[in-house]
């Protein structure tokens, strides 16, 4: 997946910056050029910047609905495939649904905004007058449904998928909810590339490789969190983003000597080569914190669940 190595910052808004991916700009000449049924290149120019500026709004809804949650932001890049905003919400289903979901909301909202537009160019006969504008609006209108149609497939880690895996969280937990999202993305991946090995859609098949690789990876990182559960909690230490207590076991891993420990069990050193760690990284939400701020974290109220 791409970073932010390579790209180019172009703005920042309510704290996130927005890249541009060096392969964001390959992607944006070859659709530019590809022929259309405007009269000049510019439209062409204003279709593609319309499809990454959906793309955009859509990346935004994800990231502001996830800092509603109380999970972190982080910035936005935008590559050939669209846009990559990495959202670490709370640990929790609610947050989680809610994260994802907005994203796809934004479209839901902007669906009918277009469709005014593409009614009201209709009525005043915009295809006489300004036959571009005519054809962009008719254009800008069907990409935002395409891509909400696109993101809410129930195929892991599109959106669709991972409202499917919150939605599941519920009932089954967090390992399970994303092996069995995971599976249903995986089965729906390999029937989308037979569909775009037919049409001989390179993009779409290229998009569901990538795909495939993030559903074999939630099927693994299932069975790490199935067998983390089985292990104790520390008691005195808590995150002090998610308020989860750290599991008692060797499960993180030295960056320096590669060995397994548990940083908590050393006191934020490893034993094996001895470098300190100025961070302990949350293994349920994935933020970074040291050692003193997990152990001053309030510890949350013990809610007593049925026996
Ligand atoms: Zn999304
Ligand atoms: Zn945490
Ligand atoms: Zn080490």
């Known amino acids: 997946m791409p970073t932010k190595r390579y790209a180019l910052r172009i703005f920042r808004l309510f704290g996130i910056s927005v890249y541009l991916h060096w392969t964001w700009f390959l992607a944006f000449f070859v659709l530019a050029s590809l022929p259309r049924e405007y009269n000049s290149v510019g439209w062409n120019i204003m279709e593609v ?11 935004f809804g994800h990231q502001l609905a996830c800092r509603q949650t109380g999970g972190q ?4 890049v935008l ?7 990495y959202v670490s919400p709370p640990p929790r289903p609610g947050a989680q649904l809610w994260s994802i979901a907005a994203g796809p909301l934004v479209n839901v909202i902007l669906a009918p ?15 006489f007058s300004y036959p571009n504008l005519f054809t962009w609006v008719h254009v800008v209108y069907y990409i935002n449904i395409t891509l909400l149609v696109f993101n809410m497939l129930p195929i892991y880690p599109l959106d669709g998928g991972q409202i499917l895996r919150s939605i599941l969280w519920f009932f089954l937990g967090k390992a399970n909810s994303l092996r069995v999202a995971s599976l249903i993305g995986f089965a729906g991946a390999c029937f989308v590339v037979y569909y775009a090995i ?3 859609w390179l993009w779409l098949g ?3 490789i990538f795909v495939l690789i993030q559903c074999w990876q939630g099927f693994k990182q299932s069975g790490i969190l199935k067998s983390r559960d089985q ?13 989860a207590a750290p599991v008692i076991g060797n499960v993180w891993r030295c960056p320096q000597c590669h060995s397994n420990l548990d940083p908590f069990a ?3 050193a490893c034993p094996g080569c001895n470098i300190p760690f100025n961070t302990m990284q949350c293994l349920e939400c994935g933020n970074r914190s040291p050692l003193p701020a997990w152990r001053q974290a309030p510890i949350p109220p013990v809610i007593s669940s049925s026996p």
């Open 266 to 268: 050393s006191q934020g």
């Open 113 to 127: 905004l277009f469709a005014l537009v593409v009614s009201f160019s209709n009525h005043l006969d915009w295809s």
């Open 79 to 85: 590559w050939p495939m669209g846009g990559v905003a």
């Open 206 to 208: 290229t998009l569901m």
């Open 231 to 243: 292990l104790p909690r520390r008691e005195d230490c808590h995150c002090p983003f998610c308020k």
């Open 73 to 76: 932001t982080h910035d936005i």
């Open 198 to 200: 037919q049409h001989q």
């Open 49 to 59: 910047l319309a499809l990454f500026f959906i793309v955009l709004l859509h990346e």
